[in-house]
């Protein structure tokens, strides 16, 4: 996945957390210097068929 990213231009970092048996991978792009970057990445992401969420934190 994390190669895929790269080739749409999207840097990310993978969690990976095991719970009740199950191996789930969480996705972190950004920080992004506007909301309107942050919107566009998710636009290429949905355009390629990958789910994602806008969350914005106070950091």
Partial sequence: MKAR????GVDAKIKSKQDNGKMT???I???FNSENEANDAINTLKDNDIS????????
């Fill in 25 to 27: 991978n969480r996705i």
């Fill in 5 to 8: 990213l790269a080739l749409l």
């Fill in 29 to 31: 792009v950004g920080p």
């Fill in 52 to 59: 994602a969420t806008l969350i914005i934190t106070g950091n």
